[in-house]
């Protein structure tokens, strides 16, 4: 303070000590000495935006004066700027083949690599589960085929679903925890035995996996709602046709000779799936047979040869017809 006053009182040397108080009390960069500079002379100043990189921030950075504020202090304008669109890169869809058999193989072989199941040998007649018996596993059928019966309260069995190569035993169970019908095995067979935690631990970690159990579960209800469509609107001999066409239909998807089949159930189990007597369903067969829809074979009437399923197929489509006409009429 002393040297201060000592200073000879002239303009000069009071620009001096203004200068040498800015110089002692100035950071090194030269913006801040200029802000500061400018805010003791009361004057804001708005620093060239150029100093500014355009992606810092999606604020606008341009300073304001803010109202009844100290002179010289600058607020950023908050306001959002708008940023261009973004250009967000979607995966192409996984491409399915759309081949029933192909599709079959490869559903098989990504439960092998994935999962490794164990697999087991069946017979005609074992059971694979019970109902009410808890549920913890599904089953992949490699061969063979299988039928679901649900009991009723009174006792009485009713065959709801037939089951082959390709198709899966046990998601019922998943609701409830528990197997709603048995699994029963009509011819030998072999299935994957597969724990639904370990299944679960795989689609979790495997998109492709989560797709397989996806499409067997919508296969599931779709066969599921074709058949009872064909039990609820066919005649009784469309009903069997109907059968039989689906019967080849499902071998030819896997691979199979669909033009002969050899029934894997007795007609006492047919007139029960299809909701008809054992009496009905023989008559059927034969009326098939005479028309020549449906050949028998020699090793007996489970022998069944197709000459033409096209023509069984259009059969059945106009026997839905006539049926629907005569509906109409009533």
Same mark, same amino acid.
């Given at each position: 303070?002393?040297?201060?006053?000592?200073?000879?009182?002239?303009?000069?040397?009071?620009?001096?000590?203004?200068?040498?108080?800015?110089?002692?009390?100035?950071?090194?960069?030269?913006?801040?000495?200029?802000?500061?500079?400018?805010?003791?002379?009361?004057?804001?100043?708005?620093?060239?935006?150029?100093?500014?990189?355009?992606?810092?921030?999606? #604020?606008?950075?341009?300073?304001?004066?803010?109202?009844?504020?100290?002179?010289?202090?600058?607020?950023?304008?908050?306001?959002?700027?708008?940023?261009?669109?973004?250009?967000?890169?979607?995966?192409?869809?996984? @491409?399915?083949?759309?081949?029933?058999?192909?599709?079959?193989?490869?559903?098989?072989?990504?439960?092998?690599?994935?999962?490794?199941?164990?697999?087991?040998?069946?017979?005609?007649?074992?059971?694979?589960?019970?109902?009410?018996?808890?549920?913890?596993?599904?089953?992949?059928?490699?061969?063979?085929?299988?039928?679901? @019966?649900?009991?009723? #309260?009174?006792?009485?069995?009713?065959?709801?679903?037939?089951?082959?190569?390709?198709?899966?035993?046990?998601?019922?169970?998943?609701?409830? +925890?528990?197997?709603?019908?048995?699994? @029963?095995?009509?011819?030998?067979?072999?299935?994957?035995?597969?724990?639904?935690?370990?299944?679960?631990?795989?689609?979790?970690?495997?998109?492709?996996?989560?797709? @397989?159990?996806?499409?067997?579960?919508?296969?599931?209800?779709?066969?599921?709602?074709?058949? #009872?469509?064909?039990?609820?609107?066919?005649?009784?001999?469309?009903?069997?046709?109907?059968? #039989?066409?689906?019967?080849?239909?499902?071998?030819?998807?896997?691979?199979?000779?669909?033009?002969?089949?050899?029934?894997?159930?007795?007609?006492?189990?047919?007139?029960?799936?299809? +909701?008809?007597?054992?009496?009905?369903?023989?008559?059927?067969?034969?009326?098939?047979?005479?028309?020549?829809?449906?050949?028998?074979?020699?090793?007996?009437?489970?022998?069944?040869?197709?000459?033409?399923?096209?023509?069984?197929?259009?059969?059945?489509?106009? +026997?839905?017809?006539?049926?629907?006409?005569?509906?109409?009429?009533?």
């Amino acid at each position: 303070m002393r040297a201060v006053s000592s200073i000879p009182s002239n303009p000069s040397n009071h620009e001096f000590i203004m200068h040498s108080a800015i110089a002692l009390a100035s950071p090194p960069s030269d913006l801040s000495r200029d802000r500061l500079r400018d805010a003791l002379a009361g004057r804001p100043r708005i620093a060239p935006s150029a100093n500014l990189p355009p992606r810092e921030s999606p #604020l606008s950075l341009s300073p304001t004066i803010v109202a009844g504020t100290t002179p010289g202090l600058i607020a950023p304008d908050l306001r959002p700027q708008a940023r261009p669109p973004l250009h967000v890169t979607v995966a192409e869809p996984r @491409v399915v083949s759309r081949d029933p058999q192909q599709r079959m193989l490869e559903v098989m072989r990504t439960i092998r690599d994935i999962i490794q199941p164990a697999a087991k040998v069946v017979r005609a007649g074992d059971m694979i589960f019970r109902a009410a018996q808890s549920f913890n596993t599904v089953y992949l059928i490699n061969a063979g085929a299988f039928k679901l @019966v649900s009991r009723s #309260l009174d006792g009485r069995e009713q065959i709801v679903s037939l089951k082959f190569r390709g198709d899966w035993l046990g998601f019922s169970g998943i609701a409830h +925890g528990r197997h709603p019908c048995d699994a @029963v095995a009509m011819d030998t067979g072999n299935i994957s035995i597969i724990p639904y935690d370990q299944l679960l631990q795989a689609c979790a970690r495997h998109p492709e996996m989560m797709a @397989v159990v996806h499409e067997g579960m919508s296969a599931e209800i779709t066969h599921e709602r074709q058949s #009872l469509m064909s039990v609820c609107t066919l005649a009784s001999l469309a009903r069997v046709a109907e059968f #039989l066409c689906a019967w080849a239909r499902s071998m030819h998807q896997r691979g199979l000779r669909a033009d002969e089949l050899t029934l894997r159930m007795t007609r006492a189990d047919l007139g029960n799936y299809l +909701g008809m007597t054992l009496e009905t369903v023989s008559r059927c067969l034969s009326k098939l047979n005479r028309e020549g829809l449906i050949l028998f074979g020699e090793r007996g009437r489970r022998q069944i040869s197709i000459p033409s399923r096209e023509r069984l197929e259009q059969f059945v489509i106009g +026997g839905s017809m006539a049926r629907g006409k005569l509906a109409t009429a009533a």
